[in-house]
């Protein structure tokens, strides 16, 4: 795991950062299989693999990371990191699935906790049990969600605001109902029926 963290510190800090292609691969809609890749390896560099406290880098990475973010968006129509985001969530499973995995590393930074704040979308898509329909993609949902739902949790700076009220109810509620269908929706109800006999 020491190898993952310097990994991702040596990819921020180097100069240029390397880790410039990877983000603008990651958004960059040109090439299906290569933004699927660049996502996971943006995943990978975020945290999302890492464990809770090893999450977090060093100050200088952290700063590259968040002037990367701030920078691919400003060259694309979305113009935040939070709209680089709903556009991932918006294409096909396996890419939303790695756009999962780069929120819920990506959300223990402040400064991204209130992109996702700001962007009802994202928290509608993380929050809809039904969003997604295989067992790897409800639990990447799930994980997202409770990444997103725990920053809540961490920040007292945003917990204890009145107008932020809602969207941890919202949270808090798909939280508790669990990755799968959560009975929101009606189960599969298997039939029985009779052998028919000649």
């Known amino acids: 795991m020491l ?6 510190v040596l990819l921020l800090s180097s100069s240029p950062p390397a880790a410039r292609h990877v983000i603008d691969a990651a958004f960059d809609r040109q090439g299906h299989g290569k933004q699927l890749s660049a996502l996971h390896a943006l995943g990978n560099i975020a945290g999302e693999s890492r464990p809770e406290n090893k999450i977090i880098l060093n100050e200088v990475a952290e700063d590259s990371l968040r002037r990367l973010m701030y920078g691919a968006a400003s060259k694309s129509s979305k113009l935040t990191p939070s709209g680089l985001l709903v556009s991932v ?5 396996e890419i939303r699935l790695a756009g999962y995995r780069v929120i819920t590393g990506l959300v223990a930074r402040l400064w991204f906790l209130m992109e996702i704040c700001s962007r009802q979308e994202i928290l ?25 739902h725990k920053a809540f949790l961490s920040s007292s700076k945003l917990i204890n605001d009145p107008a932020l009220a809602g969207i941890v109810a919202k949270l808090q509620e798909a939280v508790r109902r669990g990755p799968y269908l959560g009975g929101k929706n009606a189960e599969a109800q298997p039939v029985v029926k009779t052998a028919e006999r000649f």
Request: a negative charge; charged letters at 20%.
């Open 124 to 148: 509608n898509i993380v929050t809809d049990a039904s969003t997604e329909t295989t067992k790897i993609g409800m639990e990447a949902r799930y994980k997202c969600c409770q990444s997103i």
């Open 89 to 93: 969530l918006h294409q096909d499973s």
């Open 3 to 8: 190898v993952v963290i310097q990994g991702a």
